[in-house]
């Protein structure tokens, strides 16, 4: 795995444990757990709430990471998968 993927990674944890915080502060315990169990329901709030808590910044970053992490993903998987190929007969 590479180093870069790594650093995404941990940037994508930093990002949502950002906005889970500020989840749990503005809608309460019931609908921070909810953020737990499903991230993309973190994510949307988010960006929902973004311009009133200030969390613009942070999204835009959650977002670009996200999509790189994405991009890479699909790289790294396709070229791992060459390696496990078995030749036709």
Do not use: D, H
């Not at 910044?57 to 791992?80: E, F």
Request: glycine content about 10%.
């Amino acid at each position: 795995m590479s180093i870069l993927l790594i650093l995404l990674i941990v940037a994508n944890l930093v990002c949502a444990v950002i906005v889970l915080i500020k989840l749990f502060q503005n809608e309460g315990a019931l609908k921070g757990i909810l953020g737990i169990i499903c991230g993309l329901y973190t994510f949307i709030w988010g960006w929902m709430n973004a311009g009133r808590l200030n969390l613009r910044n942070i999204m835009i970053i959650w977002t670009i990471v996200l999509i790189l992490q994405i991009i890479l993903n699909v790289l790294y998987g396709g070229s791992l998968a060459g390696q496990y190929a078995t030749p036709a007969p």
